[in-house]
């Protein structure tokens, strides 16, 4: 079950062993290491575990057509709404079914208008609502012993 109440670079440390151990691929886009970089170094991070993935031609059409179709509200920072949706355009073009995130206000956001029409079958982890072992096991949750 979740575990909100974790610090979310914990829940990540818990998703991350997780997905090694299950020998799921992981994916590093440049265009967070950019992020990354501004805070703390990329090479905290254990990068021998993760595919860098760049921004390439593909991913810049895809993320040119969903921003010509989905709409940026207003509210948001136009520079900041770009990266998240050649985020979006990367994960599509890749094939990656999952995103771990912290950002519910506009990554997530504009990842779930996304989907509304069918254009992206990316779901988003949202580490702020803790662990959940259910994304491993196509949202179905183990029985624990009593």
Request: glycine share 4%; proline share 5%; charged share 25%.
């Given at each position: 079950?979740?575990?909100?109440?974790?610090?979310q670079?914990?829940?990540?440390?818990?998703?991350?062993r997780?997905?090694?151990?299950?020998?799921?691929?992981?994916?590093?886009?440049?265009?967070?290491?950019?992020?990354?970089?501004?805070?703390?170094?990329?090479?905290?991070l254990?990068?021998?575990?993760?595919?860098?993935?760049?921004?390439?031609?593909?991913h810049?059409?895809?993320?040119?057509?969903?921003?010509?179709?989905?709409?940026?509200?207003?509210?948001?920072?136009?520079?900041?709404?770009?990266?998240?949706?050649?985020?979006?355009?990367?994960?599509?073009?890749e094939?990656?079914?999952?995103?771990f995130?912290?950002?519910?206000?506009?990554?997530?956001?504009?990842?779930?208008?996304?989907?509304?029409?069918?254009?992206?079958?990316?779901?988003?982890?949202?580490?702020?609502?803790?662990?959940?072992?259910?994304?491993?096991?196509n949202?179905?949750?183990?029985?624990?012993?009593?």
């Amino acid at each position: 079950m979740a575990n909100p109440a974790r610090p979310q670079h914990e829940v990540a440390k818990q998703y991350f062993r997780e997905c090694v151990s299950r020998q799921i691929p992981l994916y590093l886009s440049a265009i967070v290491i950019s992020e990354f970089q501004v805070k703390q170094t990329i090479n905290d991070l254990p990068l021998r575990n993760f595919s860098v993935l760049p921004f390439n031609v593909d991913h810049a059409m895809r993320c040119g057509i969903l921003i010509r179709q989905l709409q940026r509200d207003p509210a948001d920072d136009r520079v900041r709404v770009k990266d998240d949706f050649k985020l979006i355009a990367q994960c599509d073009c890749e094939g990656i079914s999952h995103l771990f995130s912290e950002d519910e206000s506009t990554l997530v956001k504009y990842l779930a208008r996304a989907q509304a029409p069918g254009q992206s079958a990316t779901r988003a982890v949202l580490l702020k609502d803790g662990f959940d072992g259910s994304w491993f096991e196509n949202g179905q949750y183990r029985l624990t012993e009593g």
